[in-house]
Every structure is written in structure tokens, then in C-alpha cells.
């Protein structure tokens, strides 16, 4: 029997591209998602559709938060500016609004609730290492069980854009988290390993889905003078985009045809915490040129992943 996984990277607002995609998954198969694959992985913005998918929720939804409360996540006031000196001495964005909004998409689920395998990384900053959130875990240990609301709210805590997460397993135990996309953004090789160690990658096929290439240069001409404040964000670009296309070649190395990875590239920059109007629309844009363009694709996956008698 066939182990289909689905992997989502890290990438902010530019999460509404590969919600979008999975949308139409769910259109064409005529079933959630949560019953059209085995394992779900995500980081960061990713993890957050990951941990819908899991709990059983139609991508539609997130594809809502988005729409309808990206400008409060991604929202300070002048007061928060100043005091962060613009982003320059504090985190750009307050925890408030993706806590709320988080806690009012998956209430009080827990981990140990979904009902297919969740992996979600994070990194603990306090103890300096990876953490992998997940369900397979949670369920018979509570120190490894969490509200899917607090790993949401820990995968996604983007250095330098939200402070970090502090949060509490069940059984009490605290962790100080930020954003696993500083090790996983793309945590398809992470996904990959955990099957691996369940029973090989013979039966494995996989779903990945990216948040846009970004194909700005950093030209030398610039960065050979810049320092400590002017590489802070290019940094981070760098890399988020070198290791999810370092994991993607890894999973298509090991999985050959089995591994499809939809990556649209993007037009122009776009930044993580655009939730503007025209940002928004720009990246539904994308998703309608990326779904009209990988129509044949679609189909493969909706072939791949459905079960052999719904299939039929």
C-alpha cells in the first residue's frame, strides 16, 4: 500500500499560493485532503495549512485566513513602530493577532487529536536545537503533546517579523520556540525521514508544495559592504530558499517520479507580510497561472493519491 505525503513550505502571506493549490486538490478528488494522504509536514506558514489538513479542516479555510485576516496578523500600529524603531530594534509584528486569529481557527484540538500523522518543525532557542512536533508522538506522551494552536503559533514565529513563542506541552513543559524554517522551510527531507524509518521509501510518494521562487539577485556590487543590520533579511532569504531547494533535489533524487514539487516562480518580489489587496491578488493570480499551467500534474496527483477504489 502506497504512503502519500504532503509537504508545505514556510513563507508568510505567500502561504495563500499552495492553500490554493491544495484547494483544488480537494476539488478535483472530491475529498479532503486529510483523507488523500498519510503523513502531512509544514513549516511556518505551511504548518498552519499542515495542521488544518490533519484536523480535518477543507483548505478552503485557510485559504480564508488569509483573505480575511492577513492584514490583522500582519498589522502594527504607529505606536509598535516606534517602538521597535521600524523593526530595527524589536520584532516588526506583535503576537497578539496570530494569536487570536490561531485560537479562533483551531480552538482547543490538540496534537494528539489529528487523525492522520502531523510533522511541524520549530526550533528551540533556549535549549538550541530542533524541535519536530508530532502526532505520532503526542498521543502517548503528554510532554509531546501541544495545542495545534501553540505549534502554529511556534512554527511560524519568523525572526526579526514576531517575537519568539513561548509555550506549554499538556503535561506542563515549557519551550522558548521560533520558526523552524531557519533549518526546514522546506520540510520535505524531514517528512522523508520519518517514513524512511517507518518502513522504507519503496512504497513513499510525495506532494510538495512550495510558496514561490524568488529570483531577486544580490549582486556584489551591494553586498560585499553590507554588515550586520543591512544582511539581516537577505539572510534569511538566502536561507529559506537554499534549503528547500536543497531538500527538493534530495526528495527527487531519492523518490525519482514519485516526488512532485509545485513551485511557481514569482514576478516580481513579494514580500512574506504583504497582506495588502494587491498583494493578495497578485498571488491568486499566481495559483490560477500555476494550477492552468500544471494541469496534467493535477490530475497525476488526485491519480496518485486517491485510494485505489475511490479511484476506480
Given at each position: 500500500m502506497?504512503?502519500?505525503i504532503?509537504?508545505?513550505d514556510g513563507g508568510?502571506?505567500l ?5 490554493l493549490?491544495l484547494?483544488?486538490i480537494?476539488a ?23 495542521a ?9 479555510t485557510?485559504v480564508?485566513l ?6 490583522e ?21 506583535g ?32 535549549a ?14 503528554a510532554?509531546?503533546?501541544?495545542y ?11 525572526p ?11 503535561a ?8 523552524g ?14 517514513a ?13 508544495l ?22 539581516a533579511?537577505?539572510l ?10 536543497t531538500?527538493?533535489h ?27 489587496e494587491?498583494a ?7 495559483a490560477r ?5 500544471q ?13 485505489k477504489?475511490?479511484?476506480?
Amino acid at each position: 500500500m502506497t504512503r502519500r505525503i504532503l509537504c508545505i513550505d514556510g513563507g508568510g502571506i505567500l502561504g495563500l499560493i499552495p492553500a490554493l493549490v491544495l484547494a483544488e486538490i480537494e476539488a478535483r478528488a472530491g475529498r479532503l485532503a486529510g483523507s488523500l494522504f498519510d503523513l502531512v509536514a509544514g513549516t511556518s506558514t505551511g504548518g498552519i495549512i499542515a495542521a488544518a489538513v490533519a484536523a480535518g479542516m477543507p483548505a478552503k479555510t485557510i485559504v480564508d485566513l488569509y483573505r480575511q485576516r492577513g492584514r490583522e496578523i500582519f498589522s502594527r500600529s504607529t505606536g509598535h513602530r516606534l517602538a521597535t524603531g521600524f523593526g530595527l530594534w524589536g520584532p516588526q509584528y506583535g503576537a497578539a493577532g496570530i494569536e487570536t486569529d490561531l485560537a479562533d481557527v483551531f480552538g482547543d484540538r490538540k496534537l494528539s487529536d489529528c487523525a492522520l500523522d502531523l510533522l511541524v518543525p520549530a526550533y528551540d532557542i533556549e535549549a538550541r536545537c530542533p524541535v519536530l512536533f508530532k502526532s505520532a508522538k503526542a498521543g502517548s506522551d503528554a510532554r509531546r503533546d501541544y495545542y495545534l494552536r501553540d505549534v502554529c503559533r511556534a512554527t511560524a514565529a519568523a525572526p526579526t517579523y514576531f517575537p519568539p513563542a513561548r509555550i506549554n506541552s499538556l503535561a506542563g513543559e515549557e519551550a522558548t520556540l521560533v520558526d523552524g524554517g531557519i533549518y526546514a522551510n522546506n520540510p520535505a527531507a524531514c517528512a522523508l525521514a520519518q517514513a524512511a524509518k517507518a518502513g522504507g521509501l519503496d512504497d513513499v510518494c510525495m506532494v510538495s508544495l512550495g510558496t514561490g521562487q524568488l529570483a531577486r539577485p544580490y549582486l556584489y556590487e551591494a553586498a560585499q559592504g553590507w554588515g550586520l543590520a543591512a544582511w539581516a533579511r537577505p539572510l534569511l532569504d538566502c536561507m529559506f530558499d537554499g534549503q528547500s531547494d536543497t531538500a527538493a533535489h534530495q526528495c527527487e533524487t531519492l523518490l525519482g517520479d514519485r516526488a512532485i514539487r509545485l513551485q511557481p516562480a514569482l514576478p516580481r518580489d513579494l514580500a512574506m507580510d504583504d497582506a495588502g489587496e494587491e498583494a493578495l491578488a497578485t498571488l491568486e493570480a499566481i495559483a490560477r497561472g500555476l494550477l492552468a499551467d500544471q494541469d496534467a500534474l493535477l490530475d497525476k496527483i488526485c491519480e496518485m493519491t486517491l485510494p485505489k477504489a475511490a479511484a476506480a
